[in-house]
Nanobody
């Protein structure tokens, strides 16, 4: 059973930083692309960043230059370093992957950017 567990969210002031982590189990982690997604109140879930098994990265336009996705295959963990946070980054952040043709998600971690 694939399990994804996010951590690292919290309350931060505008301009601050947070580092999210997502620990994966139940899959051969190094073979899978991983993604970070977010869902703000009243909005659909959106893709934030992805990283392939070869560490190729892609980012949604609004986070380019501020967020960095990375992975550690030994610890089966994917990270999202978020800098220069803005109030509009406030959302529940999820990590996700596709395994055996199915999407899997963690439960999410809340990020709130507010003064």
């Amino acid at each position: 059973q694939v399990q994804l567990v996010e951590s690292g969210g919290g309350l931060v002031q505008p301009g601050g930083s947070l580092r999210l982590a997502c620990k994966a189990s139940g899959l051969n982690f190094k073979l899978y692309s991983m993604g970070w997604y977010r869902q703000a109140p009243g909005k659909q879930r959106e893709l934030v960043a992805t990283i392939t098994k070869d560490h190729s990265q892609n980012y949604e336009d609004s986070v380019k230059g501020r967020f960095t996705i990375s992975r550690d295959n030994i610890y089966r963990t994917v990270y999202l370093q978020m800098n220069s946070l803005k109030p509009e980054d406030t959302a529940v952040y999820f990590c996700g992957t596709n395994h055996s043709g199915r999407p899997f998600w963690g439960r999410g971690t809340q990020v709130t950017v507010s003064s």
